[in-house]
């Protein structure tokens, strides 16, 4: 996991104390892996790698952004030059589009997402917008939406089978049946289509 530096410059320690030697220092929009979190002496310390390979420990209150791949849920979604309603809007995004979230600013009170899109584009969207995180697709994700779909048309198929025994219960357990069979079926057909998907972009990737 990649996070952003957002305060304007902080150490970091070769070990998870501030008695320690700083090995370097960190300033605002720097990028590191983050790695496990520790507690001592009632203080939170966040392992780090820098891009040089060189590892250290920065204090839990630091204030990181963590870099993730987002989504668009919602057409005509503007990319501003700046941080402010009335500066440029450099890109305009169809619904769908995914590009990646590197920091958060604030002006006037109204939150800005940093965004940098496929083509290297860095722009600002407004907070509000419709955005989501994205997951990329996995087999093993595939796997787990085909198998839990596989089982709610299993379990439509036992309570239309429990239904034909008791006539009594049929009309009652016949919207039932119907919504989870189709619950079942839309998981199965999403899990076949991300597992397809995540096995083609693997094999574009050899």
């Not at 791949?69 to 169809?94: L, M, N, R, W």
């Not at 239309?160 to 839309?186: D, E, K, P, R």
């Amino acid at each position: 996991m990649r996070g952003i530096l957002v305060e304007e410059e902080i150490k970091v320690f070769a070990e998870p104390s501030d008695q320690t030697l700083s090995i370097t220092s960190l300033k605002k929009g720097d990028e590191f892996e983050l790695g496990k979190v520790s507690r001592k002496k009632k203080e939170v310390w966040v392992e780090v790698t820098l891009d040089s390979g060189q590892k250290g420990f920065i204090t839990g209150e630091t204030k990181i952004f963590v870099i993730k791949k987002v989504q668009f849920f919602a057409d005509g979604i503007e990319a501003h030059e700046t941080p402010a309603q009335e500066s440029p809007v450099i890109k305009t995004y169809p619904k769908k589009t995914v590009v990646t979230a590197v920091g958060y600013e604030s002006d006037e009170g109204k939150g800005w997402v940093k965004i940098v899109d496929a083509e290297g584009l860095t722009g600002f969207v407004r907070g509000e917008s419709k955005i989501r995180v994205y997951q990329e697709p996995s087999k093993e994700n595939g796997k787990k939406q085909m198998f839990s779909g596989g089982i709610f048309a299993v379990l439509a198929a036992v309570f239309y089978f429990f239904s034909l025994g008791n006539a009594q219960s049929t009309s009652n357990m016949s919207i039932l049946i119907v919504a989870v069979f189709a619950f079942g079926l839309m998981q199965l057909v999403q899990g076949i289509l991300e597992f397809n998907k995540a096995k083609k972009k693997e094999n574009e990737g050899k």
